[in-house]
């Protein structure tokens, strides 16, 4: 029987919104934020869009009213008291209060602030300036809005059938990867695909698959909100624009050799656990890791996130060895373009010389290579960045020149600060 | 929002029926009924259910309570106003008032008549006892029951993902042989799937997927219900079964040679047009077409249910131009375990030498074939078939000794009546 109220409701609706709440979000960006909200709240950023993959041209594909529509309507959700309730009272990495009240305080009565939107050639130009707690959260949404947009652009143009057929070769295609991946011994692997999933529904299904067919091998999802709403565990720690930002407020180059660590001592005093993981990737992992006070070697673990995979993860050992640290008690996490073939390579690799872990992220959560005609609903590389702080601009290197961001002039400074030599490129895919 | 009423009703279920409708059956199920109601309303008939598949033990599998619950529930069953209305007022075949008001009047006082369950070894024997009108309405029941609740043994195995997966890999293999088909230039194809097929949902699914896929080469469906409710042309003739009793009920040899054309001479009287097909395998096709009178020769067409199609048409096509007849007038069906390539093998071969026509069945409704664990969803060859009338048994020779059906002594006597030779022995799949 048809609910007659619930079809009046649904007619009624003047968007299909993509984001409906503040914590559909990565995790690490809350976890980001509260460190950011104590240490650096008055730090004024821009955060910019980046399509790297400018054969799609995203301002042809999507209507700038749609595109502001949904930007708008993430401008109007505010924290649910629901959702504080979960971030105040869960435990996360085995902590309860793992976000403190100043925080909560600050971030209930948060909205996001007011974004620019231009048209160029046939990109979008879309930047958001302001306080780098209140910037940063535009990330996720922004990537998730625009990525969705781009793919309903796409099934615009099918019938309905070709659409449930659509979506039932999606599915078959994830559940065998699942069941590939159920043959791993000790897999341990992760939902990191918030930022360029398919859609949201899409994402829920993939993690609910997940859930299904790895049992306690999957081990949770970085989407606060269907972590809350399937039950699961939020997981995630930090990401590039911590050491970017500090970075770019350090003054001379002595300062800036310091700020990669800065925000690690930083974090060291907040968190503790499985929460150190750290990215030593921004500046160059090699340097970073050489450089690197005692303490790091300390920490948890690793995430290995451009560059060769298998080749990060043996210098991370190496260097552990080095300390004097037992890598079989170390954590390396892997979460850079990531698909079956290749977890299960590292895996094989490295299962029982370290502990290992999986983030699985846009070839989970947005695979649908191969679907539709011209593959016109491939993922690609769409990013999120801060460009500036406090007027100075941002460096990002990574390992892999291919992912380096930056005015010409300091990507050469930090290279020379950072002591980085030739680096292999490698193609972005997602 | 959840419709409370809708859900505390669905829990309150005692059974989820697998025939809803006494019109969920096939079309010529209901011609043949309207015949036999006139010709042959008092002959007492037998229909038995046949498993030729002895590898599946459908009496382990299948829990009787379950079984008697789904047969009774068929018994409770009776024609709806709508559907009544339907039958009386729609256009079958280009013809209003198809079925006359005294069958109407009887069909809508019908219950189905009691059945006979034993368990014997690992199968069950069902049988149907009484006049014939009545009791052979039970066949497409009957069989669509014991397909779905042997499909239901093993899908009660699965998870909620795994089922989900099971029916978008089922959906996508479906769409893959209809954007197949759809290259075929002139196809004309109908769903013929009722009896074995996955249950009604399935077939429903199909069927419209059959419409948005091939649009008008998908010329409908044998069932009633979906054609009532898709708003579809129901489709079908004849079957087997008119010779069959009409050949029983003879007595001596030349009454028996003459019984097949018997059951059209009746038919030619009530049918005209594209409901003029003749079914000539029942006793062997080509002595059928040697024998036949001129007049059956002027009929629309011929359907080919058994023995290797490309030889049945081309005898049929022989015998019209021995005839004096233009085969690019006449219409070839063929209807016998059909899938994509033989499809388009007959396509190619016939399509321009005369008007050809696909009944596709249990292939297209319930091809689960490599979907589960040991096949275990792979259709088997299951009938239910007249096996006597006023006491005498019936026998079925068709042009494949695998599809024989009957006591051995009769079998040999039909043979020698109908001057049968050497038939080519072919695998029955479903």
Redesign the interface.
């Known amino acids: ?1 048809a ?1 007659i ?2 079809r009046v409701w649904n007619h009624r609706w003047k968007i299909d919104p993509i984001v409906r709440s503040l914590i559909d979000t990565d995790f690490y960006k809350l976890l980001m934020c509260q460190s950011v909200f104590r240490n650096k709240p008055d730090t004024a950023v821009t955060f910019s869009l980046i399509n790297r993959t400018k054969s799609i041209p995203l301002a042809k594909m999507i209507d700038e009213g749609e595109l502001r529509e949904q930007l708008d309507h993430v401008r109007s959700l505010s924290l649910t008291r629901g959702e504080s309730t979960w971030l105040r009272g869960n435990t996360f990495y085995g902590r309860r209060q793992m976000f403190r009240s100043d925080f909560m305080e600050w971030f209930e009565n948060l909205r996001l602030p007011a974004y620019h939107l231009e048209k160029r050639n046939d990109q979008y130009e879309l930047t958001f300036e302001g306080a780098w707690p209140e910037v940063m959260l535009w990330e996720i949404p922004a990537l998730a809005i625009l990525m969705e947009l781009r793919g309903r652009a796409v099934l615009d143009t099918l ?4 659409l ?2 659509l ?3 999606a ?2 295609k994830l ?1 065998e990867k699942i069941t590939a991946l159920r043959d791993l011994d000790g897999l341990r692997i992760a939902d990191f695909g918030t930022r360029r999933r398919h859609s949201f529904l899409w994402q829920d299904w993939c993690v ?2 997940m859930v ?2 790895l049992g306690p091998k999957f081990t949770g999802t970085s989407n606060c909100l269907i972590a809350m709403r399937q039950d699961l565990e939020a997981v995630g720690t930090n990401a590039h624009e911590l050491p970017m930002v500090y970075s770019a407020l350090a003054v001379g180059d002595d300062a800036l050799r310091r700020a990669p660590y800065d925000v690690l001592a930083d974090w060291h005093e907040e968190h503790s656990g499985n929460l150190r993981i750290i990215l030593p990737d921004t500046y160059g992992t090699k340097g970073f890791l050489e450089n690197a006070p005692d303490w790091l070697a300390g920490w948890t673990g690793i995430r290995i996130d451009s560059g060769d995979p298998a080749t990060g993860a043996e210098t991370a050992i190496d260097w552990w060895r080095s300390r004097g640290e037992d890598p079989m008690e170390k954590l390396v996490i892997f979460s850079d373009g990531l698909d079956v073939e290749k977890i299960e390579e590292l895996h094989r690799q490295f299962a029982g010389r370290v502990r290992v872990s999986f983030g699985w992220g846009t070839l989970l959560t947005n695979d649908f290579r191969g679907l539709v005609e011209d593959d016109a609903l491939a993922p690609f590389s769409l990013v999120c960045k801060a460009v500036s702080a406090d007027g100075r601009p941002t460096v990002k290197l990574s390992d892999n020149p291919e992912k380096a961001m930056g005015p010409a002039a300091e990507v050469e400074r930090y290279k020379r600060v950072f002591g980085v030599g030739e680096q292999v490129r490698m193609e972005v895919v997602v």
């Open positions: 029987m609910d109220a619930t019938g309905r059938f070709e449930q057929v979506y039932a070769r599915m078959t559940w609910q698959a299904e067919g």
